[in-house]
Structure formats: structure tokens, C-alpha cells
């Protein structure tokens, strides 16, 4: 009896925990789409911004967003599911290895305009640069990176030895182990990571104030040389600057519906090819 009303108490806990942490997600979603749904429309969406930033649309700072967030994760993939094959696969076991991944995990935890300072003096200054598409995109790249190592690391440890084994078994090396056995079947976790790396990389305002945005820039970027407009920047830019605030937090909430609808839609993106890959693996 006892121990019925103790199993009933936790379950009442934890569906009260999860009660309240779906409601909290819901009001952040409503309240932003109720303050921002009113200025959506196709001429927001698609136009530049005019009258000083009070009227016109945000459609460089959409692009300016994709380019960034593609930037990074073109940056950060391939170099975290490297690092995590030699982690995992590779290196030997002890002192200094396990120094490399409590570093790579109190990295994750570093406030992110420590990265736009880091990226400020390396990028921006040492490689001079400049404030730009590249500069932005390899400091989101960073920011993200130890997010897509740890993510790859759990799923190439999750993946059974006993795959690797029969693989040996038959012949093949190592690397033709891990090429063609253990990164198919450690995709859709490696996925799962860049799905969260997108939405830090597309909402994360500090790396990228020193680094590669401007408050308004007229028409779209020339390359990746060149400075870019952001949604997460022109938000914190509408809401802290300007003489014409009841425009301008109209638009700044208008611009975060569109970068949540943003995330979603990457994620979403990610997600299906992910679920389409572990489809196919898995028959």
C-alpha cells in the first residue's frame, strides 16, 4: 500500500512538472504570436526596410539569418562528427582525454558573447576579416560545435559494439568499421544534435554583434565578406534604439514570430530528413 501511494505521488509530480513546462511553452508561443501576428504580411516579409527602420519589410535580415545559420552548421558539422570519431573511436582511454571532453562540455556553458569577443579578436581583427558573413559564421560555428561533439559522441557510443565486431569479423579495417557500419547507424543522433545547433545558431545575438551584423544595410549582402543584417540583432536593435519605439516594438515582435516560424521550419527540415534516414537504415 505504501508503496502504491509513493508511485502515485512521483507520477503526480512528474505530470505536474511536465503539466507546467508545457504551459510555460505555450504562453512564450502566444504571447509572441499575439504581439507579432498583426504586422505579418507577404510585403514584410519580402520588402527592405524603409522610413528608418519603421516601416517596409525584414527580408534582408531573414536572408541575412539562413546565411549565418548555414554558415555555421557548414562550419561546425563536419569538424564535431570528426572530433567525435576520434574521441570515440580512436584515442586512448585516460587522463588526457577525459580533459578534453570535461573542456568540450564546460564549453557548451560559456555565456555566448564571450564567443563574439573571441571571434571580434581572432576573426574580425587577427584574419582581418572584418565585420562579416564569415566572421559571424565561424563564431556561431564555435558556439555550437560543442553541442554537435557531445551530440555525436553519445550517438556513436550508442551504437552496439557488436556491430563493429562482426564487421572485423569479415575483414574490413577500422576506418571502412566506422565509414560504412558505425556513422550510418549514429546519423540520426549526430542529426538530432545539428537540430538543436540550428536553433542556438539562428537565435544567439551575442556572437554575431561584434562580429558580422549591422542595423540596417540597404538590399541584401554581396558576399560573405560583407556585413549582414540578422533578425535576432534587429530585434535587439528595434527594442534598444531609434526615436519611434511604438513602431518599432511592433515590427521587433513581428521580426521574432518569423524567427521562431524560422527555427521551426529548419528543425522541422532536419527532422524529417532525419526520420527518413533512420526509416531507410532501419529496413
Known amino acids: ?8 505521488f512521483a507520477f503526480f509530480i512528474i505530470t505536474l512538472c511536465t503539466l507546467i513546462t508545457v504551459l510555460f511553452l505555450f504562453s512564450v508561443i502566444y504571447f509572441i504570436f499575439r504581439n507579432g501576428y ?13 522610413n528608418a527602420m519603421t516601416g ?7 536572408a541575412g539569418t539562413f546565411y549565418l545559420v548555414f554558415g555555421a552548421i557548414l562550419f561546425a558539422l563536419p569538424l564535431g562528427v570528426a572530433c567525435a570519431v576520434y574521441l570515440n573511436e580512436y584515442s586512448p582511454k585516460g587522463f588526457i582525454v577525459n580533459i578534453i571532453r570535461m573542456g568540450i562540455n564546460n564549453l557548451a556553458g ?21 565585420i562579416s558573413i564569415l566572421s559571424g559564421s565561424l563564431t556561431l560555428g564555435i558556439l555550437v560545435l560543442p553541442g554537435i561533439i557531445s ?3 553519445e550517438a556513436l557510443t550508442a551504437v552496439p559494439s557488436s556491430f563493429r565486431e562482426a564487421s572485423l569479423a569479415v575483414g574490413a579495417t577500422q576506418w571502412q568499421t566506422i565509414r560504412k557500419v558505425v556513422l ?15 536553433g542556438r545558431a539562428a537565435g544567439e545575438t551575442a556572437p554575431i554583434l561584434f562580429t558580422a551584423a549591422t542595423f540596417f544595410k ?23 534604439e531609434g526615436v519611434n519605439p511604438e513602431k518599432q516594438t511592433a515590427i521587433a515582435y513581428g521580426c521574432a514570430l518569423l524567427l521562431v516560424v524560422i527555427v521551426i521550419l529548419l528543425s522541422s527540415l532536419a527532422i524529417i530528413i532525419r526520420n527518413k534516414y533512420r526509416s531507410s537504415y532501419d529496413h
Request: proline share 8%; glycine share 12%.
Open 38 to 50: 498583426g504586422v505579418l504580411s507577404w510585403s514584410f516579409i519580402t520588402d527592405i526596410p524603409r
Open 56 to 62: 517596409g519589410g525584414v527580408a534582408p535580415a531573414i
Open 110 to 130: 560559456v555565456p555566448s558573447v564571450i564567443f563574439g569577443l573571441f571571434g571580434l579578436a581572432v576573426f574580425v581583427k587577427f584574419f582581418g576579416f572584418g
Open 218 to 240: 540597404r538590399g541584401y549582402p554581396d558576399g560573405i565578406m560583407s556585413e549582414v543584417m540578422a533578425l535576432p540583432y534587429h530585434i535587439y536593435a528595434l527594442m534598444t
Open 1 to 8: 500500500m505504501k508503496n502504491k501511494l509513493t508511485q502515485n
Open 151 to 153: 551530440a555525436s559522441q
Open 184 to 198: 550510418p547507424a549514429a546519423l540520426p543522433g549526430i542529426l538530432t544534435g545539428v537540430i538543436l545547433a540550428i
